[in-house]
């Protein structure tokens, strides 16, 4: 997938577009990628049959991803945890089968265009002849624009429905809650975080589970404390959210110790499935009994079952 | 394959048939230019009448087009009302037909500035959830008012409860709605003018050919709008 941030640095083609924010990339957002993928005739009924009404897609248009970052929201001065990183986001946007995304970066100079003035200088620019976005998609200066506008500029438009209960919003609420199977069922992948590994109190090994520390970036939505199941670089991987609080610990932390894995993980970006709650964190009487709740997380670990 | 092209720009005045959707006639137009193709405002599946399609470059002129007055003839059956307002919704409840007078003092209240419910079988939201879809379910709506203008609103015919009528409306009116308001339903709806565009100067959709476009410089005359 070519990686662009302004609309000149694509190289000229026609093509069938996605357009959102696509946080999370869940299977709402796929539709809408999907629509763009495979886009086909621009309507049924009496008067499209017959030769010459082949899917757009195959006159040859490149499936391509219009996205914003920052969250749009953030500027407009809501926080918003996000669900996924950038970097995340591109790669699932690059597996759901586009060949190029162009990152507008979101700001207010952006939010102030005229719609008809973004139709053109941005869609327009990179070859857009087909547009894929869901139902309530709104772009351009106080959002007045929207898919109805680009019909009449004279773009193919695929409305997408909203995908019942299927949005970020709700992720992040189940997310919150640690439901972290529920929002698999959303999202069509098992949930995540996502950071970089660094140092932590090396405490882990010395309990017989060394564990990689999880730097998170601070916009990025942390699932409820707690100890999970899941798995990270294709190992089953016990994952805790929490304040360490047998050792009083206070700050969150997010450490996943790799079942069956050796080898050195510092600085590496890794991506955490949480795949199942298993319990609160707690604090023990002993280091001894916190070892024994280990080892049962681990055997839970090792017994889990990925969702979706 | 070249992207669609900016060439032939114009503005094509296309008469639709009833039962395509909009976007099927403008596909159609398309398939003939290999333009990319526009419109300034669409017509429901059961409607008639005049389209203004914009091809190529002139798909800018969407702006300057939409907001324009319209003008529609209609079948208003009396007799009943449906669920949607027009001959595809079912019917919710039979009625008598008012006589002449009644239906005159009726109409008295529809001429002017007026407000009216959005019909519910719109794509307009209610509390985050499409209308036509909560009226799917069942589910009782009170509709948002939407204000509108009736410029003119004349009975050419009536008889058997089935008043055809004449109406000049601004943008946005929705026909369906003072069919309702008027205690029935559209049963057939025809564009006749948009601005200063009539139908009279539309040709169907299998008609079309590029040399019917009408250039740019001359819709812009037309609607007095700056070149």
């Known amino acids: 997938m070519i990686v662009a941030h302004r609309p000149e640095e694509l190289p000229p083609a026609r093509r069938a577009v996605a357009i959102g924010t696509f946080d999370g990339v869940h299977r709402g957002h796929l539709r809408v990628l999907d629509a763009a993928r495979t886009a086909g005739p621009l309507t049924a009924g009496p008067l499209t049959a017959g030769p010459g009404m082949e899917g757009p897609n195959l006159e040859g248009m490149r499936p391509a991803v219009v996205t914003f970052d920052p969250h749009p929201r953030t500027v407009f001065g809501s926080d918003v945890e996000l669900l996924t990183t950038l970097e995340r986001r591109l790669e699932l946007l690059a597996a759901a089968g586009m060949e190029d995304a162009l990152v507008l970066r979101f700001d207010e100079e952006l939010a102030a265009l005229e719609p008809a003035a973004f139709a053109d200088r941005v869609l327009r620019r990179i070859g857009a002849e087909l547009v894929a976005a869901g139902e309530g998609f709104r772009f351009g200066r106080e959002r007045a624009g929207d898919l109805g506008l680009l019909e009449q500029l004279g773009f193919d438009v695929h409305r997408v429905p909203l995908v019942d209960n299927v949005s970020s919003s709700h992720v992040r609420t189940l997310l919150a809650a640690g439901e972290v199977g529920r929002a698999a069922t959303l999202l069509g992948r098992p949930a995540e975080v996502e950071g970089t590994v660094g140092h932590g109190d090396h405490r882990g090994a010395g309990l017989g589970f060394p564990t990689a520390n999880v730097a998170v970036q601070p916009d990025l939505l942390v699932p409820a404390l707690g100890i999970y199941a899941g798995a990270a670089l294709g190992h089953p991987a016990a994952i805790s959210i929490g304040t360490n609080p047998h050792y009083g610990g206070t700050a969150r932390r997010v450490e996943a110790f790799l079942l069956d894995f050796e080898g050195d993980l510092y600085g590496q970006r890794l991506v955490l499935e949480l795949w199942e709650r298993l319990r609160d964190e707690a604090a023990f009487e002993s280091e001894a009994a916190l070892v024994e709740a280990i080892g049962r997380d681990v055997e839970r670990t090792r017994a889990a079952v990925r969702p979706v | ?227």
């Open chain 2, 1 to 227: 394959m070249p992207p669609r092209a900016l060439e032939p720009a114009g503005v094509a005045l296309v008469d639709k048939p009833a039962g395509p959707s909009s976007f099927a006639v403008v596909a159609q137009i398309r398939r003939v230019t290999g333009a990319r193709t526009g419109h300034a405002g669409t017509l429901d599946p059961f409607a008639t009448g005049l389209l203004l399609l914009l091809s190529g470059r002139a798909t800018t002129l969407a702006s300057c087009l939409v907001g324009l007055d319209k003008r529609y003839l209609t079948d208003v059956d009396l007799t009943a009302r449906t669920s949607t307002g027009d001959p595809e919704g079912e019917v919710m409840e039979r009625l008598e037909a008012p006589d002449a007078g009644e239906l005159e003092r009726r109409l008295a209240g529809l001429r002017g500035e007026i407000e009216l419910p959005i019909p519910t079988a719109s794509a307009v939201k209610i509390g985050g959830e499409r209308a036509y879809r909560l009226a799917r379910r069942g589910v009782e709506v009170e509709m948002p008012l939407r204000r509108s203008t009736v410029y003119a609103l004349d009975v050419i015919a009536y008889t058997s409860g089935v008043a055809t009528l004449d109406l000049r409306v601004g943008s946005g009116t929705y026909v369906r709605a003072i069919a309702e308001a008027l205690g029935g339903h559209c049963r057939t709806l025809r564009r006749t003018e948009v601005g200063p565009f009539s139908v009279a100067d539309a040709v169907s959709p299998e008609a079309f050919e590029p040399g019917r476009l009408l250039p740019e410089a001359e819709i812009l005359r037309r609607v007095g709008a700056p070149a």
